[in-house]
């Protein structure tokens, strides 16, 4: 049974503040996606070589591979819209560069790629902050439109910037439309004023740069789920790295089409993206569950670079790349989504930063091999094989019964905080929070005839604490007394220890009430904290005392 989609796509435009971005947003994408549009033109211009236009694609997405997860860091221990601000100055100024070279007459083929590399960085510091604050000022209901609305504000912007490109070039030229765009990532900041402060972690239990890294890492590590949304957005990521590398290729040195006509592919290829994330996608989630929908994007994507590899008339393929942008849209939505919903609030911005990470890192990897290999064995061949490829893993994958990479559990998933109290009041001397390491232990008592109810859940209360910030879990049984267990949990500081606590979902905390509850004590089973002894702590202090006064001399 599918998921009842009560909403429709537009439900988030209630939220006031969203409507404001989302409007900001697709005028400065437009402009953006304009300015994408030239850059090819230029490139193509400057230069005779077909894997110059195959790399554009691969340097617009590698700082996302080299640069997002270092921004999703800072996303989630920063100020937000601080971030977003000081990135759309950023691109401002590389827009504006790149227009003064061009009249300046000083720019090739090298320098337009690196432009393309330094606006990159800008998107890529920009995207994990905006996508997390984003999710942030909206409730939860409003999440499927919400990510439906970001994914239609890039359609949007990625439908009319070409054909606003190609239309303008041939009259005002490509250095016009990158001074523009300049001046419209400007107004993106305008927008920004009355963003409302981003949620943010207790200020008692702040980490520093390495250990959101460190985390970052952890929660992959032992999150089943998020490996899942990966594995997934790579392979889709590498496949689909054969239309932008490719198409300009298909288009500017096959077809050899004019700039309007150039801004007429990339403009239907964004009335695919329009009409698959506003009217395909929401019929779509209403009859089927994510991981079908996606896997019909993927058919249609075969279908989409079967067509590519044989298109011989620049009308057949606008109508491919109509298709494309449906195929694309479809799938990439999809993921997005199931990736927003496995991924817990404090973690979401380093959780997207490296969702973006590893998509742009294999949408990098792949115009390399597809713009490699096409000049080596040709456009046709190189098609043909993608596509090959894809149905034989739809196949394989498609055999097993428990489908090892199905994103439908996400439908399921409670990631709200768990309300997990620490055990600090408690404490007659609570530690600092560099302190550490922590020892937390407790003794369960079970009923041997429930031993194995435990040992059913025993790996998942494992992965809870260690994607949440533990060091070790572990669990011992006393040989001597059957039915006696002892847990040890290790965290690195004592902060982390606080963060652990916040980071504590429902779903996770039910987990861990369930274990304790199989205690057979008449009270709760007693838990003891321990801090590595670094220094002299007040406990062990003695108290300054007047010397006794001697009772002989009396």
């Not at 827009?95 to 009249?103: E, N, T, V």
Request: charged share 15%.
């Amino acid at each position: 049974m599918a998921e009842n989609v009560s909403s429709s796509a537009w439900t988030a435009l209630r939220n006031r503040i969203f409507r404001n971005i989302w409007i900001a947003s697709v005028v400065s994408g437009t402009c953006a996606s304009a300015h994408g549009t030239a850059a090819i033109w230029v490139a193509n211009q400057l230069s005779h070589s077909s894997l110059l236009l195959s790399l554009m694609s691969t340097f617009s997405s590698l700082p996302f591979f080299l640069f997002t997860l270092p921004a999703g860091a800072l996303a989630d221990m920063v100020n937000r819209a601080k971030i977003v601000r000081i990135m759309h100055i950023w691109l401002a100024a590389a827009a504006a560069g790149i227009a003064i070279l061009g009249w300046l007459h000083l720019l090739d083929g090298n320098l337009i790629l690196l432009f393309v590399f330094v606006i990159g960085v800008g998107f890529a510091f920009n995207a994990p902050a905006f996508t997390s604050l984003q999710i942030d000022i909206v409730i939860k209901e409003e999440i499927p439109s919400a990510s439906i609305l970001s994914g239609l504000q890039l359609d949007l912007s990625g439908m009319v910037g070409p054909a606003l490109a190609g239309a303008l070039i041939p009259m005002i030229g490509t250095n016009a439309i990158f001074a523009a765009n300049s001046v419209c990532f400007l107004l993106i900041n305008l927008a920004l004023r009355g963003w409302p402060q981003p949620k943010g972690v207790s200020p008692a239990a702040m980490e520093n740069l390495f250990e959101s890294f460190a985390t970052a890492v952890r929660y992959v590590r032992y999150a089943p789920g998020m490996q899942v949304i990966l594995v997934r957005n790579i392979l889709f990521s590498l496949f689909i790295a054969a239309i932008p590398a490719l198409l300009p290729v298909i288009s500017l040195k096959n077809l050899h089409v004019s700039a309007l006509e150039l801004g007429l592919l990339y403009t239907l290829m964004g009335v695919g993206s329009v009409t698959a994330a506003a009217f395909i996608l929401p019929w779509g989630r209403a009859k089927y569950k994510p991981d079908t929908l996606s896997k019909l994007a993927a058919c249609l994507l075969v279908l989409v670079i079967l067509s590519m590899a044989f298109v011989r008339q620049t009308q057949v393929l606008f109508v491919v790349a109509a298709l494309a942008g449906v195929a694309w849209t479809s799938t990439a939505n999809e993921l997005w989504l199931a990736g927003l919903r496995a991924m817990p609030g404090w973690a979401r911005g380093r959780m997207s930063a490296t969702v973006m990470m590893l998509s742009q890192g294999a949408m990098a990897l792949g115009g390399v091999i597809y713009g490699t290999t096409a000049q080596t064995l040709g456009v046709t061949q190189v098609l043909v094989a993608a596509a090959v490829v894809i149905v034989v893993l739809l196949l394989v994958f498609g055999t097993f019964s428990f489908r090892p990479l199905s994103i439908d559990f996400t439908q399921t998933l409670d990631l709200e905080p768990g309300g997990f109290r620490p055990l600090e009041q408690h404490l007659t001397h609570v530690p600092l929070p560099r302190d550490g390491p922590v020892l937390i232990t407790l003794d369960l008592q079970l009923d041997e005839r429930r031993v194995t109810e435990l040992e059913s859940f025993i790996n998942e209360l494992r992965l809870i604490h260690l994607r949440n910030g533990a060091y070790s879990w572990q669990l011992f049984a006393e040989p001597s007394r059957p039915g006696y267990f002892h847990v040890e949990i290790l965290m690195p500081s004592w902060s982390q220890y606080l963060l652990q606590c916040e980071r504590i979902t429902k779903a996770e905390k039910r987990v861990i009430d369930r274990a304790l509850s199989l205690d057979l004590g008449k009270e709760p089973p007693e838990i003891r904290i321990y801090v590595r002894v670094n220094k002299t702590f007040p406990s062990v202090v003695k108290p300054a005392t007047t010397p006794p006064s001697d009772s002989r001399s009396e």
